[in-house]
Nanobody, 125 residues
Framework: QVQLVESGGGLVQAGGSLRLSCAAS????????MGWFRQCPGKEREFVAT????????SYADSVKGRFTISRDNAKNTVYLQMNSLQPEDTAVYYC??????????????????WGQGTQVTVSS
Protein backbone atom coordinates (compact mmCIF):
# COMPACT_ATOMS: atom_id res chain seq x y z
CA GLN A 1 0.00 0.00 0.00
CA VAL A 2 0.98 3.63 -0.33
CA GLN A 3 3.27 4.94 2.39
CA LEU A 4 4.94 8.27 2.99
CA VAL A 5 7.18 8.24 6.04
CA GLU A 6 8.73 11.48 7.25
CA SER A 7 11.80 11.65 9.45
CA GLY A 8 14.36 14.18 10.63
CA GLY A 9 12.23 16.39 12.81
CA GLY A 10 13.29 17.47 16.27
CA LEU A 11 14.17 20.34 18.57
CA VAL A 12 16.58 23.00 17.36
CA GLN A 13 17.56 26.48 18.47
CA ALA A 14 16.70 29.53 16.43
CA GLY A 15 19.16 29.96 13.60
CA GLY A 16 19.80 26.24 13.38
CA SER A 17 19.12 23.73 10.63
CA LEU A 18 17.26 20.49 10.11
CA ARG A 19 16.87 18.18 7.14
CA LEU A 20 13.58 16.37 6.75
CA SER A 21 13.25 13.24 4.64
CA CYS A 22 10.18 11.53 3.28
CA ALA A 23 10.50 7.97 2.04
CA ALA A 24 7.79 6.89 -0.39
CA SER A 25 6.57 3.44 -1.34
CA UNK A 26 3.57 1.79 -2.95
CA UNK A 27 3.31 4.11 -5.96
CA UNK A 28 5.42 5.29 -8.89
CA UNK A 29 7.32 8.02 -7.11
CA UNK A 30 8.88 9.63 -10.17
CA UNK A 31 5.42 10.19 -11.66
CA UNK A 32 4.24 12.31 -8.73
CA UNK A 33 4.79 15.92 -7.76
CA MET A 34 5.90 16.04 -4.14
CA GLY A 35 5.16 18.71 -1.58
CA TRP A 36 5.84 19.71 2.01
CA PHE A 37 3.18 21.29 4.19
CA ARG A 38 3.08 22.27 7.86
CA GLN A 39 0.49 22.79 10.54
CA CYS A 40 0.66 24.52 13.91
CA PRO A 41 -1.86 23.74 16.65
CA GLY A 42 -5.05 25.64 16.08
CA LYS A 43 -3.99 26.86 12.65
CA GLU A 44 -4.73 25.84 9.12
CA ARG A 45 -2.32 23.59 7.25
CA GLU A 46 -0.09 25.70 5.05
CA PHE A 47 1.97 25.11 1.97
CA VAL A 48 5.75 25.10 2.40
CA ALA A 49 7.35 23.82 -0.81
CA THR A 50 6.75 21.60 -3.79
CA UNK A 51 8.89 20.07 -6.50
CA UNK A 52 8.23 18.81 -9.99
CA UNK A 53 8.44 15.18 -10.97
CA UNK A 54 11.93 15.53 -12.40
CA UNK A 55 13.13 17.70 -9.54
CA UNK A 56 14.01 20.58 -11.84
CA UNK A 57 11.27 22.96 -10.73
CA UNK A 58 10.90 23.82 -7.03
CA SER A 59 8.38 26.26 -5.62
CA TYR A 60 8.30 27.85 -2.16
CA ALA A 61 6.05 29.77 0.14
CA ASP A 62 7.25 33.32 0.61
CA SER A 63 7.77 32.67 4.31
CA VAL A 64 10.48 30.07 3.65
CA LYS A 65 12.00 31.25 0.37
CA GLY A 66 15.76 31.60 0.68
CA ARG A 67 15.89 29.50 3.86
CA PHE A 68 14.39 26.15 2.83
CA THR A 69 15.36 23.92 -0.08
CA ILE A 70 13.27 21.07 -1.44
CA SER A 71 14.90 18.29 -3.42
CA ARG A 72 14.19 14.73 -4.45
CA ASP A 73 16.03 11.57 -5.37
CA ASN A 74 13.88 9.50 -7.69
CA ALA A 75 16.30 6.57 -7.47
CA LYS A 76 15.70 6.44 -3.71
CA ASN A 77 12.00 7.38 -3.79
CA THR A 78 12.73 10.13 -1.31
CA VAL A 79 11.99 13.84 -1.05
CA TYR A 80 13.91 16.16 1.24
CA LEU A 81 13.42 19.52 2.89
CA GLN A 82 16.58 21.28 4.01
CA MET A 83 15.64 23.95 6.52
CA ASN A 84 18.18 26.61 7.43
CA SER A 85 17.96 29.74 9.59
CA LEU A 86 15.05 28.24 11.47
CA GLN A 87 12.87 30.56 13.50
CA PRO A 88 10.34 29.88 16.28
CA GLU A 89 7.53 30.59 13.82
CA ASP A 90 8.67 27.55 11.82
CA THR A 91 7.56 25.32 14.69
CA ALA A 92 4.94 22.93 13.33
CA VAL A 93 4.21 19.38 12.31
CA TYR A 94 5.64 18.94 8.81
CA TYR A 95 3.94 16.65 6.32
CA CYS A 96 5.03 15.40 2.94
CA UNK A 97 2.44 14.73 0.27
CA UNK A 98 2.20 13.40 -3.27
CA UNK A 99 -0.03 14.33 -6.18
CA UNK A 100 -0.42 12.83 -9.63
CA UNK A 101 -0.51 15.70 -12.11
CA UNK A 102 0.98 16.17 -15.53
CA UNK A 103 0.99 19.92 -16.05
CA UNK A 104 1.23 21.88 -12.83
CA UNK A 105 2.93 21.96 -9.44
CA UNK A 106 0.07 22.46 -7.00
CA UNK A 107 0.27 24.47 -3.80
CA UNK A 108 -3.20 23.61 -2.58
CA UNK A 109 -3.18 20.76 -0.13
CA UNK A 110 -6.59 19.57 -1.26
CA UNK A 111 -5.05 18.62 -4.59
CA UNK A 112 -2.73 16.06 -3.02
CA UNK A 113 -3.53 12.36 -3.12
CA UNK A 114 -1.29 10.88 -0.45
CA TRP A 115 0.00 12.18 2.90
CA GLY A 116 2.53 11.13 5.48
CA GLN A 117 1.92 11.01 9.21
CA GLY A 118 4.02 14.08 9.92
CA THR A 119 7.14 14.91 11.87
CA GLN A 120 7.38 17.53 14.61
CA VAL A 121 9.78 20.44 14.23
CA THR A 122 10.25 22.66 17.27
CA VAL A 123 12.42 25.77 17.15
CA SER A 124 13.31 27.36 20.47
CA SER A 125 14.14 31.04 20.82
Amino acid sequence: QVQLVESGGGLVQAGGSLRLSCAASGFTFKAYVMGWFRQCPGKEREFVATISRSGSIPSYADSVKGRFTISRDNAKNTVYLQMNSLQPEDTAVYYCAAVSTLYDIPRAGMRYDYWGQGTQVTVSS
